[in-house]
């Protein structure tokens, strides 16, 4: 079964730091587009980053300068680096890609489960 995994999430004070992974597994021959969005308690969800396979990358105006999404993709994974954390950053944190199976011919998009972050002193 082919899915996306989060992980990473967490309580962490103003100012400090977190890294998320969102980790495809199951028969991925590889991935596209891959992105994090994030959903705060009663806003609708929203891009946060970006990041193509060729390497550019799209930040929210609010978290450039502060966020970095990277990719592993020997390991089928895409990483939100988040520095400089404000309580406005508090999220469900939701991963998602477009996937290539092993025998596949179209990218299939897939979301992930979500995980929760927390600014807060």
């Known amino acids: 079964q082919v899915q996306l995994v989060e992980s990473g999430g967490g309580l962490v004070q103003p100012g400090g730091s977190l890294r998320l992974s969102c980790a495809a597994s199951g028969s991925i021959f590889s991935i596209n587009g891959a992105g994090w969005y994030r959903q705060a308690l009663g806003k609708q969800r929203e891009l946060v980053a970006a990041s193509t396979s060729g390497g550019s990358t799209n930040y929210a105006d609010s978290v450039k300068g502060r966020f970095t999404i990277s990719r592993d993709n020997a390991k089928n994974t895409v990483y939100l680096q988040m520095n400089s954390l404000k309580p406005e950053d508090t999220a469900v944190y939701y991963c998602?890609?477009?996937?290539?199976?092993?025998?596949?011919?179209?990218?299939?998009?897939?979301w992930g489960q979500g995980t929760q972050v927390t600014v807060s002193s």
């Open positions: 998602n890609a477009d996937l290539l199976l092993n025998g596949g011919t179209s990218w299939l998009h897939y």
